[in-house]
């Protein structure tokens, strides 16, 4: 992946595979934050590696935390939070929401930028709700990146009211930080609909699993003040990372195994299971993993709200396109806030190459067309790679400008997706 452009290859036969997938970027970034505010050492097992990870585990280092790596572990000691400290955030949502509550508890100057789309990101409501909390924060009135958070060793806590509806990271890094603040945190949320409910369902379940005592209601969070345990924290491999590979199997009319697929996860990529049946795909999740069979006569569009799983729009829009029936995609508005404006990068290039794709309101509307070869923009996100990918298998000609930009979340992508390929 060395080269500017990465010709997507083309799939000359029916895929026959299984793919071992990296950790989850959720739950590693998670994992690394809570293991850096325990009380005892904690051992991240099978953690991802990959741009977002490694800039929080250098976020959290910056801050004294000890991580090291052990057999392809992460060792975490928690050390006591200090400044001063740069933060680099990269354009990583899990890292710019997450760790500014950490660095309130730090003393110290806790300087936090990244990337210039990450200053566009929304930031507003997590640092308004830090302030009500009792944080220091000079933000020059931008509500957005760059600021700086100036730790005094602790937070008050307390209640706070946010509107989430941008996304659900401002209420995760709240609430993963609440267990060390004085009083705890009672998030509520007031406004449109908060989007990727397993995201917040993945936050509860590992404060919990981590020793926290948490109560949630509707558009409600509670954190008691307490501490947080060490111990091993195993990571799951990434099934939003999986989706562009069991697509395969649908383009292809192929097979594609997903070995140590959970039978119980928070993971948004576990809907990949019903969206893709909905497509027509044959979905069997059994001892050896997740097994998605396509058929040689192809697979339909998909009518599908995906509110609750925005990080798969760009995979299932890249199939909406090869699929044999037009699909609406909705309730995804706030995906224009993400890596990019991902409704319209996917649009602008799936038109691109001939197709026809068009915006709605909250979401993308596609009608399936031929498609031919050219230049696939990536816009800095991991995921218009991802899906580049899934249309060049049965578009000669795909040319995937900036590929090493998967690094976000997946930096082995080019080869997973070779040995994907190659015959069996
Ligand atoms: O908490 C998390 O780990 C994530 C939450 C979601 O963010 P939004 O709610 O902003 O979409 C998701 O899209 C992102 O990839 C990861
Ligand atoms: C939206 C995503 O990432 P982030 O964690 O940067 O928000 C994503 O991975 O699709």
Avoid: C
């Amino acid at each position: 992946m060395s080269s500017q452009h990465w010709p997507a290859p083309v799939a000359h036969a029916p895929v026959d595979a299984t793919v071992p997938l990296p950790g989850s970027k959720s739950m590693t970034n998670r994992a690394l934050i809570l293991a850096a505010l325990a009380e005892e050492p904690v051992r991240v097992t099978r953690p991802l590696r990959s741009r977002d990870t490694e800039l929080m585990a250098g976020a959290l280092r910056a801050l004294g935390t000890g991580i090291e790596e052990d057999a392809g572990d992460w060792r975490v000691r928690p050390g006591e939070l200090r400044g001063p400290a740069r933060v680099d955030v990269g354009l990583a949502g899990t890292v710019m929401r997450f760790l500014p509550p950490v660095a309130a508890l730090a003393s110290g100057e806790v300087a936090i930028d990244g990337d210039p789309r990450a200053r566009e990101r929304p930031m507003g409501p997590i640092i308004a709700a830090l302030r009500a909390l009792g944080a220091d924060i000079d933000d020059g009135g931008r509500g957005a990146l760059p600021f700086a958070v100036r730790g005094a060793g602790t937070v008050p806590g307390g209640s706070v009211v946010i509107d989430a509806s941008g996304s659900s990271q401002l209420v995760s890094g709240l609430l993963l930080a609440a267990p060390r603040f004085e009083k705890g945190v009672e998030v509520r949320h007031e406004g449109p609909p908060v989007p990727s409910a397993p995201h917040l369902a993945m936050t509860v379940r590992m404060l919990r699993e981590a020793g926290a005592t948490v109560e949630t209601d509707e558009n409600t969070w509670h954190v008691a003040p307490g501490p947080l345990r060490g111990g091993e924290r195993a990571i799951e491999p990434d099934l939003s990372n999986a989706a562009q590979f069991l697509g395969a199997a649908l383009v292809t009319g192929g097979r594609v195994t997903v070995p140590g697929w959970p039978s119980d996860t928070t993971q948004p990529g576990d809907a990949l299971r019903g969206l893709l049946a909905a497509m027509g795909a044959g979905v069997d999740l059994g001892p050896d993993g997740l097994t998605v069979r396509g058929d040689a006569g192809g697979f339909a569009g998909l009518e599908a709200d995906l509110h609750e799983v925005g990080e798969l729009t760009p995979v299932l829009a890249a199939l909406a396109a090869l699929a044999g029936s037009p699909s609406r995609l909705t309730g995804i508005a706030h995906l224009r806030g993400h890596e990019t404006d991902r409704l319209a990068a996917l649009v602008a290039e799936i038109n691109g190459l001939g197709g026809d794709a068009r915006e709605l309101a909250d979401g993308l509307e596609i009608r399936p067309r031929p498609l031919h070869g050219g230049v696939f923009h990536t816009y800095d996100d991991h995921r218009m790679v991802m899906a580049a990918a899934v249309l060049g298998l049965a578009v000669p000609g795909v040319e995937v400008e900036n590929p090493a930009t998967v690094g976000k979340t997946l930096p082995g992508f080019a080869d997973l997706w070779a040995s994907m390929l190659a015959p069996a």
